[in-house]
């Protein structure tokens, strides 16, 4: 029996407890009992049952002192429930739940760690006596404390059901690595897996565990994070620059740190250890800062196993997802994965509250975005913040592209640490004419050496297709490897796409035939065209942001896995999804209409060269000679500076200043605007216009009896209401007069008003044709004409949209929002996504962004009018609006669509297994999940189970939060 045991044993036989008849206050009325029992979560079911057992009821199968009564059972099943991957506990000898329910009564006997008492054993003044704590205080306090010791190991019991593994025979299963990643394509895709056989396994973990007894740590951490590393990641070992960074004087002392390497360098690795440091030692949580929602959900995705092992949450906020201020944890410490919106959104409810010192790490992936207009603004905002501050918060920022990193030092005040270390060497060429030539960066500057003269067999007509002979650059490496092919724009990507499937030679149309059958029947699915399915046939398919998100998952497991050869792409690829390649061909010197920046020709030729596949990496820009000396001098001129872009949103730095007591102009003065900029700035200036401008708008306003100060500046209740939305001071005054319009007769008939009040104010940069606006408006339902007639929207409106005349009486704005609105209204009644598209005539893509962003909009607009006393009453309307709207599917689907990297299409195939439920994963074994779900390899089947895991743990601990503010207030 171990110790924390036998101390909850002893507490079974206080005759105190017995004496103050705790038990008849925990079990209360069994009617009552049961009614919160049927009406709550599974998970609250669970928490409910261990804390709220009696005798006559003891069918739970969370007993909350499960551990000490497994170690005392004498039966030696092994089968289990809810198997696990290993906790850092050598947990193998627990014995199975079922085997408990053999005897009953001894179940109830020990199930949990209060001693039941009978009420007729309670009197009245005992009853009375616990609740009035003036009269018996001190006996109080000790109950009190037993209470809470009890609740507390009720939420033990509950987290250890989910993450212990209770059957010895699934331990192995973490040790087997590798993957496939067609995770999405339901139909007969057979993919290569060269998994471990148990033997083999058994050897990679005894050899794991050697190497564990003959060290202390690996890297500060754990030992069992050594073979999560290499289960989860396949690294075996750091490269030395990684080493180097750990174990910096910077890192030692909690400094700031930038740190920069060229792309593929590995920067993110020595990020998640600092990160697992930060919970697992310093018992602080972290933040880390992720440019896109996409990259948000996929670490997510990879680091859940690592939470479920290593007892810490990994919690998401990204669009409409997150806590906001976040729970308060006392026995967990979290990793907060966050978009640069939802982050600084973050940073400010902890500063609210006084609890910005819970984080002791963070971490922004790609720092040179700081620079870019809107989210740069956003990005330093936060940053500046966080310095102002002065909470002892490290920050580690780590970028590719950072042409003036002493700036970016001295405003982080941050040590640097530069390297151009890649795994695998990278050659680069550029195409003048029919030569290729070698790119040579010396001390004497960007030497162009020429390599060799391309001659393919083209026929006449081929060379009259493709001139540049792109066709023969990508059949060199295909399809024995695999080549990105970036282009300046959405439609070049498929032209080019489809010049490639007409030049292919018949090696490589004859390879991997029925996978690819298989993947073009699943997009066909997804309401794919008949264009990108017959190219993927081919080997071949374009990816850009007019696709699906379902596809272009498709699409990139796909290409990793080798079924798809060459993928056309535009530039975002390059910096929002890994995808590394054999060769990179850039296809035009231009990213749109704009010449290509540096800094998106180093993103795009370091996605060239794949460690462990490959020996080198090629990148071959082709370039028309007369455009040869711009694109020479832009890359021989070393990477731009990157430059404040906070000017035009200072509003958004001084107004949530005033409403957290910092000093507006040592706010301004800690800025990048400030430090890295020329002189010619006046930094007081600034300051005094803008406060000034906030005064004016009404957001700001002085107090009766100032003292002169800028720190007296009230913020009024819309200014407050817009900083708790996180909307933008023009975005919020639209709101209110959304809600004002509303008001006055809301359209309850359906969602589709309330879909208007969040459709994003720009309408997304939607300009529909009128006349397809008339058709659609003629086929309106009663609740639509109603919605439209309230924003004055009429048929004399619709005729003039018809007849080509200007529409005077209503502002564009609201017409293309309406436009929108009724796009979102069709995906909320579950239409599908392609059909969408094509009746409203936007890219597939851009609609399932529209959702997107509107879910995250209706986060902010619930929370601006819980600020509002006025207009509480559509915050519950708007909440439940963006929880729906996130996803837009099936209700028995939105469960499992809330996992990371989890959409429709793997959705229905968990669903058609059985899966319908987090619960119901979090219960699988990995075996269970490949043998029912087609397609689906150990690994992924691995990361899903600790994805829900996870889900389910934070869901728990949520809980225990809730119950904790409860109890701290039952000691005071």
């Not at 029996?1 to 103050?20: A, V």
């Not at 902890?350 to 609890?355: A, G, K, P």
């Not at 992936?365 to 956003?378: C, F, K, M, S, Y």
């Not at 309401?527 to 942001?545: F, I, N, T, Y």
Request: a negative charge; aromatic letters at 6%.
């Amino acid at each position: 029996m171990n110790s924390q045991s036998k101390t909850i044993m002893h507490g079974l036989s206080t005759p105190k407890r017995r004496r103050l008849g705790t038990g008849r206050i925990i079990r209360s009325k069994d009617g009552w009992r049961e009614s919160f029992i049927a009406n709550s979560t599974p998970i609250t079911q669970q928490i409910a049952s261990a804390l709220l057992k009696t005798p006559e009821r003891c069918e739970s199968p969370l007993p909350c002192n499960q551990i000490e009564f497994m170690r005392d059972s004498g039966n030696n099943s092994v089968c289990s429930d809810i198997p696990c991957s290993p906790g850092i506990e050598d947990l193998s000898d627990f014995q199975n739940w079922k085997s408990l329910y053999a005897n009953k009564s001894n179940v109830c006997e020990r199930a949990t760690p209060r001693d039941f008492v009978d009420d007729n054993e309670i009197t009245d003044e005992m009853f009375q006596s616990m609740l009035e704590l003036k009269q018996s205080q001190n006996r109080n306090a000790v109950a009190t404390e037993e209470f809470i010791q009890e609740v507390e190991d009720a939420f033990d019991a509950v987290n250890q059901s989910i993450t212990h593994n209770l059957d010895n025979e699934h331990q192995d299963n973490l040790f087997d690595t590798k993957d496939s990643f067609l995770l999405d394509i339901q139909t007969g895709i057979v993919v290569e897996e060269n998994n471990h056989t148990r033997e083999e396994a058994n050897q990679a973990k005894s050899k794991i565990e050697l190497q564990d007894a003959n060290s202390n740590n690996f890297y500060g951490l754990p030992p069992i994070t050594r073979g999560l590393f290499q289960t989860f990641r396949n690294i075996e070992k750091f490269y030395d620059w990684q080493e180097e960074c750990l174990n910096l004087d910077a890192i030692k002392e909690r400094q700031n740190l930038i740190y920069a390497l060229p792309t593929s360098g590995g920067k993110t690795l020595v990020a998640e250890v600092l990160m697992l440091r930060e919970v697992l030692n310093r018992k602080h949580n972290a933040l880390f800062i992720l440019p896109f929602v996409a990259i948000v959900q996929e670490k997510i995705w990879a680091l859940s196993p690592f939470a479920v092992q290593l007892d810490f949450l990994v919690e998401e906020y990204a669009a409409g997802k997150g806590h906001l201020p976040p729970k308060k944890r006392r026995k967990k410490n979290s990793i907060y994965i966050a978009t640069i919106e939802k982050g600084l959104a973050l940073v400010r409810s902890l500063m609210e509250l006084d609890r910005l010192h819970e984080i002791g790490l963070i971490v922004v992936d790609e720092l040179h975005l700081i620079g870019e207009p809107g989210r740069g603004a956003t990005l330093e905002i936060l940053l500046t913040t966080v310095l102002v501050a002065d909470k002892n918060i490290q920050i580690v920022g780590m970028s590719a592209t950072i042409g003036n990193l002493p700036d970016l030092a001295q405003f982080l005040r941050a040590a640097v640490f530069q390297r151009q270390f890649r795994p695998v060497e990278l050659r680069e060429y550029v195409k003048l004419g029919d030569t290729l030539h070698r790119l040579v960066y010396g001390a004497q500057g960007l030497e162009v050496v020429p390599e060799r003269q391309l001659v393919y067999d083209y026929s006449p007509a081929a060379t009259s297709l493709d001139p540049d002979m792109l066709g023969g650059l990508v059949a060199e490496v295909v399809p024995a490897d695999c080549c990105l092919v970036f282009c300046p724009t959405k439609r070049n990507c498929e032209n080019v796409a489809a010049l490639l499937c007409k030049l292919q030679r018949k090696e490589m149309l004859s390879h991997r035939v029925a996978e690819r059958a298989a993947l073009s029947s699943a997009l066909r699915a997804e309401g794919g065209s008949g264009e990108l399915a017959r190219a993927v046939r081919c080997g071949v398919a374009w990816h850009h942001a007019g696709l699906g998100g379902d596809e272009r998952a498709m699409l990139e497991h796909a290409f990793r896995s080798g079924v798809i050869s060459v993928l056309c792409c535009t530039s975002t690829l390059a910096a929002g999804v890994n995808l590394p390649a054999r060769r990179v061909i850039i296809r035009a010197p231009r990213v749109g209409r704009r010449p290509l920046a540096l800094a998106a020709y180093r993103q795009m030729t370091g996605r060239a060269g794949r460690a462990g596949i490959c020996d080198t990496g090629e990148s071959i820009l082709i370039c028309p000679a007369a455009e040869w000396v711009a694109v020479r001098a832009q890359l021989a001129g070393g990477l731009p500076p990157v430059r404040s872009a906070l000017r035009p949103a200072l509003g958004a730095l001084l107004l949530p200043a005033a409403a957290l007591r910092l000093p507006p102009r040592r706010l301004l003065a800690a800025t990048l605007l400030a430090v890295a900029d020329d002189d010619s700035i006046d930094i007081n200036q600034l300051c005094d216009e803008e406060l000034r401008s906030l005064l004016e708008s009404g957001v700001l306003e002085l107090p009766d009896k100032s003292s002169g100060d800028d720190c007296d500046l009230v913020v009024t209740p819309l200014g407050l209401a817009a900083i708790k939305g996180c909307l933008e001071l023009n975005v919020a005054r639209q709101l209110l007069e959304d809600l004002e319009v509303a008001s006055r007769g809301l359209v309850l008939m359906g969602s589709l008003h309330l879909l208007y009040l969040v459709t994003p104010h720009d309408a997304a940069g939607i300009k529909p044709d009128y006349r397809h606006y008339y058709s659609l408006y003629s086929n309106l339902d009663e609740e639509g004409i109603q919605t439209a007639k309230v924003l004055g929207i009429t048929e004399n409106n619709a005729i003039r949209m018809m007849t080509g005349k200007p529409i005077t009486n209503v502002s564009e704005q609201v017409l293309c929002r309406f436009y929108v609105a009724l796009m979102l209204h069709d995906l909320w009644k579950q239409v599908p996504v392609p059909v969408v598209a094509d009746k409203y005539i936007i890219p597939r893509g851009t609609v399932q962004s529209i959702m997107c962003s509107s879910a995250a909009f209706a986060a902010g607009a619930q929370r601006f009018c819980e600020a509002l006393q006025r207009w509480w009453a559509f915050a519950p309307l708007l909440l439940a609006l963006a929880e729906r709207l996130r996803h837009c599917a099936a209700p028995e689907l939105q469960q499992l669509m809330e996992l990371p990297n989890v959409r429709k299409a793997r959705a229905l195939q968990l669903s058609r297994a059985g899966y319908k439920r987090i619960e119901d994963l979090a219960k699988a074994s990995a075996e269970d999940l490949i043998s029912s779900v087609a397609h689906l390899s150990r690994t992924a089947a691995t990361h899903l189970i600790s994805a829900a895991r996870m889900m389910l743990i934070e869901k728990v601990e949520n809980l225990r939060a809730e119950a904790e503010d409860v109890m701290e207030e039952l000691k005071v």
